[in-house]
């Protein structure tokens, strides 16, 4: 089955403890992206990537990272997480290779930073 | 720059009533348009979307929506609400940026469907 798998579904950490949330898509997309969803904000762009080794920030990168060294998967960084950073969390990707068209998205992953 | 407008964070109707969702984008290039659906506990799935041709797009689950240009709309409508309808519906438009394709989405209408 075609799918975005994104993990953990639910977290609940810390402030300042490290975390990654993974992401994988097995439909040999080439472009990846995060988002994060807030009440009235509707979904933002965290990073994106292109590509392999090909990453850029999108309107809300602060707080985060990225990489992309396997197609399949797109891991999220929060190096040291702040209770701002609660929210829930998508991963997506397309087959469109100028970006963003018709999207798949990962079940979400919904975090929480006390 | 490209943006979208949904009117009405919720809204409620009856089983079997009319469902209309409000979106208006903003775009300084002929747009690319869509609908998104969000079910408890679940990713994003496409509804339905308008590149060119045809204004009035057909979707999954009885859904449709019109490409007005001169109102600057994409409403989304179904003529018979189901229960199973309950979801948060997101607009979006596609904008070009920094040498690639992005999504904007709207805030969201969150969708009740009472007996």
């Known amino acids: 089955e075609a799918q975005v798998t994104q993990n953990p579904r639910y977290l609940i950490t810390v402030t300042g403890k490290k975390l990654t949330v993974t992401c994988s898509q097995n439909m040999n997309h080439e472009y990846m992206s995060w988002y994060r969803q807030d009440p009235g904000l509707g979904l933002r762009q965290i990073y994106y990537s292109m590509n392999v080794e090909v990453t850029d920030k999108g309107d809300v990168p602060e707080g985060y990272k990225v990489s992309r060294k396997e197609k399949r998967n797109f891991p999220l960084i929060l190096e040291s997480p702040s209770p701002n950073q609660t929210s829930l969390y998508f991963c997506?990707?397309?087959?469109?290779?100028?970006?963003?068209?018709?999207?798949?998205f990962g079940a979400g992953s919904r975090l929480t930073v006390l | 720059a490209q943006s979208v407008t949904q009117l009405g964070s919720h809204v409620s109707v009856s089983e079997g009533a009319l469902v209309l969702l409000r979106c208006n984008y903003s775009?300084?290039?002929?747009?690319?348009l869509f609908w998104y659906v969000q079910y408890p506990n679940q990713g994003l799935q496409l509804l339905l979307k308008y590149t060119t041709g045809a204004t009035l797009v057909k979707g999954i689950n009885g859904f449709e929506a019109e490409f007005k240009k001169s109102e600057t709309s994409f409403h989304l409508t179904k003529p018979s609400a189901h229960m199973s309808d309950a979801a948060e519906y997101f607009c979006a438009v596609r904008a070009f940026s920094g040498g690639y394709n992005k999504l904007i989405f709207g805030a969201g209408t969150r969708l009740a469907v009472h007996p």
């Open positions: 997506a990707s397309s087959s469109d290779r100028a970006g963003a068209n018709v999207l798949t």
């Open positions: 775009s300084s290039v002929p747009p690319y």
